[in-house]
């Protein structure tokens, strides 16, 4: 979940004019940072060579599915 001071900070760090998107962009992108904060600190990870199977099955899966 996000913080107001998390927010605030991020906002004062964009320029005076912004769009609306850029604004969502950047904070999908804060509260993904603080989601794997949170995942981390509780030990919900997996080791560097954990992810490197999943991502092989995952690239053995997309090319027979071809």
Not at 5 to 27: A, C, G, H, Y
Not at 45 to 60: A, D, P, Y
Request: net charge negative; charged share 35%.
């Amino acid at each position: 979940m996000l913080t107001k001071t998390s927010v605030i900070n991020t906002i004062t760090r964009l320029p005076d004019n912004f769009s609306i998107d850029e604004l969502m962009d950047k904070m999908i992108y804060l509260e993904k940072i603080e989601r794997g904060i949170q995942d981390a600190d509780s030990g919900r990870v997996i080791s560097e060579t954990e992810l490197e199977k999943r991502i092989e099955g995952w690239w053995k899966n997309k090319h027979i599915q071809k």
